[in-house]
């Protein structure tokens, strides 16, 4: 039997890998081929919001080329699927939510199946007043990117934002910029004149009052946004920082005042409950108040959230209420695993 001598186990190597057979050389040039990331590091995102009967759009930045992707919270809250697109390259992907941030408004997204993928450059010095930027992103919600020039008119602004359940926060240390931001261009990012990304912007959603008008917009700055998004991959969890799968009570409220349940009776009032969820199959129903959830006084409706928070799907809490008559009752609830908050 003839032994292969080097040169020829080389040869035999290159045809079982499927490659063409080629001399040494040739063989080293072709292995420094590199193939091209894909696309520009800003991808838009897409959301249904089904216990709302909804959707909404906004846009994230890229930072691993494996598909972890930063965004707003905002953009994400609510969202019973997520999708991802790279704009103008044809790719689409499922997305999970890694965890967020509700008082920073910071969320990261985990791609299923991504690879390959142009990641943002970042600059995490403090911008100058009067220097030139640009926001880009998914406004309108069109699903192509646009770019809006402006420049920073601000530091170290705060805001309070609101959404339609009546929660609020206060977003600080952010960055004002007098570029058109616009509703889609949440979680998309605010660039310098050389490309470098110093701010992810902050605008009006489909389901929040998020806010920015055309000239008078935010942008959190991004060291602050990366420190928190590090957090959040790495699974340290928090007051602030949720990791994971989102607990789910099944349930829509609102203050219990002015619906004649007398002064002695305050908390959340259920004003909506999920067919066949986890409130409902305990009893649960609409008009029903909640006075204490795992074992928490509960005298409004942001309350709850903050309480389910900290809870992990299938863990059970003890749920105090009372119903329409007056009466009082106690009861167990397995909570499911529902959205993003």
Do not use: C, W
């Amino acid at each position: 039997m003839k032994i292969l001598s080097r040169p020829d186990f080389r040869v035999l190597l290159f045809v079982l890998l499927g490659l063409p057979v080629i001399g040494a050389s040739a063989a080293l040039a072709y292995a420094r081929i590199k193939v091209k990331p894909i696309g520009t590091g800003i991808v838009v995102i897409d959301t249904n919001l089904g216990y709302q009967d909804g959707a909404a759009a906004g846009s994230g930045m890229v930072l691993t080329s494996s598909g972890t992707v930063l965004t707003n919270n905002h953009v994400i809250a609510g969202a019973t699927t997520i999708k991802v697109v790279v704009p103008g390259t044809g790719h689409r992907y499922t997305a999970q939510v890694v965890g967020y941030d509700r008082t920073a408004d910071v969320a990261v997204l985990r791609l299923k199946g991504a690879s390959n993928l142009k990641t943002i450059s970042v600059d995490t010095s403090t911008p100058s007043v009067g220097e030139a930027v640009k926001a880009v992103g998914n406004a309108g919600g069109t699903g192509s990117l646009t770019t809006a020039p402006g420049s920073v008119i601000g530091l170290n602004r705060s805001i309070v934002a609101s959404d339609e359940q009546g929660s609020s926060e206060q977003l600080v240390g952010l960055i004002e910029t007098n570029a058109a931001v616009q509703p889609g261009d949440s979680g998309g990012p605010l660039l310098t004149r050389a490309g470098r990304v110093i701010g992810m912007d902050t605008a009006a959603s489909a389901n929040s009052q998020f806010a920015a008008n055309a000239s008078d917009a935010y942008a959190i700055p991004i060291g602050k946004a990366l420190t928190i998004a590090g957090k959040i991959v790495t699974g340290h969890s928090s007051s602030t920082i949720h990791i994971g799968a989102t607990a789910f009570l099944g349930i829509e409220v609102e203050s219990a005042d002015g619906y004649g349940y007398g002064s002695e009776t305050s908390g959340a009032l259920v004003a909506g409950v999920v067919s066949n969820g986890p409130a409902a199959k305990a009893g649960l129903g609409e008009g029903d108040v909640i006075t204490a959830l795992a074992g928490r006084a509960i005298t409004s409706p942001s309350q709850i959230s903050a309480v389910i928070l900290q809870k992990k799907p299938g863990q059970n809490i003890k749920v105090a209420y009372v119903d329409q008559y007056g009466s009082g009752y106690t009861t167990t609830v397995t909570l499911g695993s529902g959205p993003a908050q």
